[in-house]
């Protein structure tokens, strides 16, 4: 069973989704080193909130059904922000867009608390791997995520500044961003097809 959540850890953490997308386009535009407290908020962020949910915050959505609706909401108009944000960006030498930098190591942390993929991945993990709830299988299932996530994410900021070489036009640049802000905007078709 530590195998397959390994494995279900991985393929989460490493599959396409806001996190992964919104790093690939930090790498591109910053740098890793700028996103190395981005890649950080990301990872301890998750493994505080898979924590947290198997602790039992997922008994308030049972309790209080609107919140979840509020939550769905919230993350969707959220993440069309960051989208147009991303889609923005100006070329960093430009400084067309004064203050433009990677998110901080607290806005990552808390970009996980209204991430749909998050979510799904927390209540999955949780539901299908930590099923007593027991403490020491809560911890469990959040250190692993922990330990494969961070490479996860990791390689997502690396292949954006890889590209860096690629998009040293402006006008590369600014079709990369746009195209990363439509997929991130792609991302948010689960939601949006459960919220149908």
């Known amino acids: 069973m530590l195998s397959a959540?390994?494995?279900f850890a991985l393929v989460s953490s490493i599959t396409p989704g806001p996190n992964n997308l919104m790093l690939?386009?930090?790498g591109a535009n910053f740098g890793f080193r700028r996103s190395?407290?981005?890649?950080?908020g990301i990872g301890i962020g998750f493994v505080v909130m898979v924590f947290l949910v198997g602790a039992g915050l997922i008994q308030v959505f049972d309790a209080f059904p609107l919140s979840y609706t509020l939550l769905?909401?919230?993350s969707v108009g959220y993440l069309l922000w960051l989208a147009w944000r991303i889609a923005n960006a100006a070329p960093p030498e430009d400084g067309a867009e004064p203050g433009a930098h990677p998110l901080s190591f607290l806005q990552a942390a808390l970009f996980q608390w209204v991430n749909p993929k998050a979510w799904t991945m927390a209540l999955t993990a949780v539901t299908l791997y930590a099923p007593d709830r027991s403490m020491a299988a809560i911890a469990l299932v959040a250190l692993i995520f922990g330990a494969v996530n961070l490479p996860s994410v990791s390689t997502w900021t690396i292949l954006g500044q890889q590209m860096r070489r690629i998009l040293t036009n402006p006008a590369r640049l600014r079709a990369f961003n746009r195209a990363m802000a439509l997929l991130l905007?792609?991302?948010l078709y689960p939601v949006l097809l459960t919220a149908a």
């Open 24 to 26: 690939m386009a930090s």
């Open 36 to 40: 190395i407290p981005h890649m950080l």
């Open 72 to 74: 769905r909401i919230g």
């Open 5 to 7: 959540f390994v494995l």
């Open 185 to 187: 905007v792609a991302t």
